[in-house]
C-alpha cells in the first residue's frame, strides 16, 4: 500500500530473473555487467542492462527482501522524491563502481572484468538513510548480551547478500558512498540528480495505477501504529503481551501479599490516565518535584513518526532520563 515502485522494483525485476535463469539463459550475457566490454568496446548499454537484473537467484531473493523492507522510505518520502533517491544512487554507483576497479587494479594489481549484475548499488545505498533515520527498537536479547532490534533482519539480509559473490563488495560499497553524497547536505547532490515533475506525472498515470494496491479494509486497526505494517505486528503480539501482562499481574499480587511491591506507577505513571482525578489529587507538592529533563527533539521526532503523540512522546522520554529504547517500550506497553 502506497508504494507502487517499491512493487514494481520488487515484481518485475524478479520475474526477469527468474525467467533468464529457467528458460532464456541463451541471453543472459547481455544482461552480464561486463566493465571490459565497457571500457574496451564501448558498450556503454551494458551499464544499464547489467546493473537492472540480477542474473544470480540468490541475489535476486535477497535484493527483493531488502526492497521490501525498504518500502518504508517510498511510504515516508513520496514515490517521486523516493524514485530520485534510486536514480541518483544509481548512477553515481556506476561511477563509483568503475573508480573502484581503477583503484583496486592499481593498488593490489588485480584485474576485474565484470562484476555481479543487478539493482544491487541502489540497494546497498539505501542503508544510508535506514541507519541514520529508522529509530532502533529492542526486541529481544540473546544470552543476555547481545540485543535483537527491528533492524536486526535487514542488517542480516545485506550481510548475506555481501557474502553471496566475490567482488560484490565493490558494489556495496559504491552503494554506501552513492547513497551518503546523495543524502549529504553539502554536495547538494539532490538538487541535480532528481526525477522531474513531468516525468513523475507521466509515470503516475500510466504505471502507478497497475502497481498501487489499496489499502486492507478487512483488518480492524489495532495499537498506534502508524502505518498497517505496524499494527498487524501490534495484532500478532496481542496475545503474547496479555499473556504477559497476566503473569506481570499475578507477580504484583504474589508480591503485594509480601509486602514488597514496587510502586510502579509512581515511577512510571500510567500516560493514558495522567489526567485522572485520583492521580491529580495524590501528586505530590510543587515545590518537591525535580525539573524536568532536557528532552531531544530528534528523539521527539523519532516516536512521533511511529504513531505516538507529541505529548506521550515528551512524557516517556522525559520518564526514561531521555533513553529511546526504554521510552518507546514504554509507550507500547502502556
Not at 547481455?30 to 548499454?45: I, R
Not at 542492462?49 to 540468490?58: A, E, N, S, V, Y
Not at 522524491?81 to 563509483?96: D, H, I, N, R, T
Not at 526525477?195 to 502497481?211: D, M, N, Y
Request: net charge positive; hydrophobic share 45%; glycine share 6%.
Amino acid at each position: 500500500d502506497k508504494a507502487p515502485l517499491s512493487k514494481s522494483l520488487l515484481l518485475v525485476p524478479s520475474a526477469i530473473s527468474i525467467l533468464l535463469t529457467l528458460l532464456f539463459q541463451h541471453y543472459q550475457k547481455f544482461f552480464a555487467y561486463n566493465l571490459q566490454a565497457v571500457k574496451e568496446d564501448f558498450q556503454v548499454w551494458r551499464l544499464v542492462c547489467g546493473r537492472t537484473i540480477c542474473l544470480d537467484l540468490k541475489d535476486t531473493f535477497c535484493s527483493s527482501l531488502l526492497i521490501y523492507n525498504f518500502r518504508i522510505f517510498e511510504r515516508r518520502y513520496g514515490s517521486r522524491k523516493f524514485s530520485s533517491f534510486l536514480l541518483g544512487a544509481w548512477m553515481l554507483s556506476a561511477l563509483v563502481d568503475l573508480l573502484l576497479v581503477e583503484i583496486t587494479q592499481y593498488v593490489f594489481g588485480i584485474t576485474i572484468n565484470s562484476l555481479p549484475s543487478g539493482f544491487l548499488g541502489p540497494v546497498f545505498a539505501l542503508f544510508v538513510p535506514f541507519y541514520s533515520s529508522i529509530p532502533r527498537v529492542q526486541v529481544t536479547q540473546v544470552l543476555g548480551h547481545f540485543s535483537i532490534t527491528n533492524k536486526s533482519l535487514v542488517y542480516i539480509l545485506g550481510l548475506q547478500l555481501l557474502t553471496s559473490g566475490s567482488y560484490i563488495w565493490i558494489l556495496a560499497l559504491s552503494g554506501l558512498i552513492s547513497g551518503i553524497c546523495y543524502n549529504s547536505s553539502i554536495l547538494k547532490v539532490h538538487r541535480i540528480l532528481c526525477v522531474p515533475r513531468w516525468v513523475a506525472k507521466i509515470f503516475s498515470w500510466t504505471l502507478e495505477p497497475v502497481f498501487s494496491s489499496a489499502e486492507p479494509t478487512n483488518e480492524v486497526r489495532v495499537g498506534m501504529g502508524a502505518t498497517v505494517d505496524i499494527q498487524r505486528q501490534q495484532r500478532m503480539e496481542l496475545l503474547d503481551r496479555q499473556i504477559m501482562m497476566s503473569q506481570v499481574a499475578q507477580m504484583r499480587r504474589q508480591r503485594q501479599q509480601q509486602g514488597g511491591m514496587i510502586n510502579w506507577n509512581r515511577l512510571f505513571p500510567p500516560l493514558r490516565h495522567r489526567h485522572n482525578a485520583n492521580y491529580q489529587d495524590h501528586r505530590p507538592s510543587e515545590q518537591g518535584i525535580p525539573p524536568p529533563t532536557e528532552v531531544s527533539e530528534e528523539q521527539v521526532a523519532r516516536l512521533m513518526e511511529m504513531g505516538f503523540s507529541r505529548g506521550d512522546a515528551l512524557e516517556a522520554l522525559r520518564a526514561s532520563n531521555n533513553d529511546l529504547n526504554v521510552a518507546t517500550n514504554f509507550l507500547l506497553q502502556h
